[in-house]
């Protein structure tokens, strides 16, 4: 990652016309060149990104190609991010899994967020020889608000407070990480969180995430709790915590 220079990578993703924008007539405007990166707006006007996903492309290919090799990263010591960026009823909820529940597993419609979570558990299975522990916290901004969505509702009005810590970096202080040791109990929270996030609809999309959110697994290699002991920053700072965290935020109404 970090030796291939910017360590951002760029996907558009353009879905289908939804049933609604086929009613009203719509047409696609946009068109694909095989083989490069690259998308054309009418007839000339063309953008190339990292990656560039047509109607066409399946929810596995999408994670195959831009997210599963962030996971690779983790276990070697990096901290990522996935931002699903775009206006209303672009697809972000879709992409990312920020609608998923479990009764959905199976289906090849399923988004980023329950894969990662498949991988990131085969991973932990393969690596025998290490241990990590996983905790995981999922919050969403509402309203220049930040809300906690895994806490149970008696506890709503625990406050969230974000602060810059210098050797630690940016810390959501107040906010609920639970422990999860299988896979399910990861699954159990992204459900949680997602059936506590606010819903609303606008114009473009009758199921619209009226809020941005983060969902954050943090992977903790057990040697760093044990190190950490003896030698309370200097490798947590190095190797610390491993978050992943995936952020949808949108634009417009
Ligand atoms: N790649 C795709 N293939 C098929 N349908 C899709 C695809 N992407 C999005 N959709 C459909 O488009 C509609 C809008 O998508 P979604 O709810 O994910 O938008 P959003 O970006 O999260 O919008 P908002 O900001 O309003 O929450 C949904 O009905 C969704 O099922
Ligand atoms: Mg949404």
Redesign the pocket.
């Known amino acids: 990652l970090a030796t291939q220079g910017i360590p951002v990578r760029v996907a558009l993703?353009c879905?289908?016309l939804?049933p609604k924008e086929i009613g009203e007539g719509c047409q696609v405007c946009l068109s694909f060149v095989p083989g490069k990166p690259q998308v054309v707006i009418g007839t000339d006007k063309s953008f190339t990104y990292d990656f560039v996903f047509d109607?066409s492309t399946e929810q596995e290919e999408v994670f195959n190609t831009a997210v599963a090799p962030l996971i690779k990263g983790i276990f070697n010591g990096y901290n990522s991010t996935v931002l699903a960026y775009?206006?209303?009823?672009?697809?972000?909820?879709?992409?990312m899994g920020?609608a998923y529940s479990a009764d959905q597993e199976n289906e090849p419609t399923i988004g980023v967020i329950p894969r990662v979570i498949q991988l990131l558990f085969k991973e932990m299975e393969e690596k025998r020889d290490s241990e990590f522990t996983l905790r995981v916290s999922y919050l969403e901004i509402y309203n220049e608000e930040i809300l906690d969505l895994l806490c149970s509702p008696c506890e709503k009005a625990t406050q969230i407070h974000i602060r810059e810590d210098p050797k630690a970096g940016i810390k959501t202080v107040g906010l609920t990480e639970k422990t999860v040791s299988v896979a399910s109990d990861m699954v159990s929270c992204l459900e949680q969180g997602n059936n506590a996030r606010t819903v609303a609809a606008?114009a473009?999309?009758s199921?619209?995430?009226r809020s941005h959110a983060i969902f954050t697994p943090c992977l903790v290699p057990d040697f760093c709790g044990i190190a950490s002991r003896f030698s309370p920053f200097s490798l947590m700072l190095t190797i610390g915590m491993l978050y992943i965290a995936f952020i949808?935020f949108?634009y417009g109404p």
């Open positions: 993703r879905r289908p939804v109607p775009g206006q209303t009823g672009s697809g972000k909820t879709y992409s920020g606008t473009m999309n199921q619209s995430s949808m949108r």
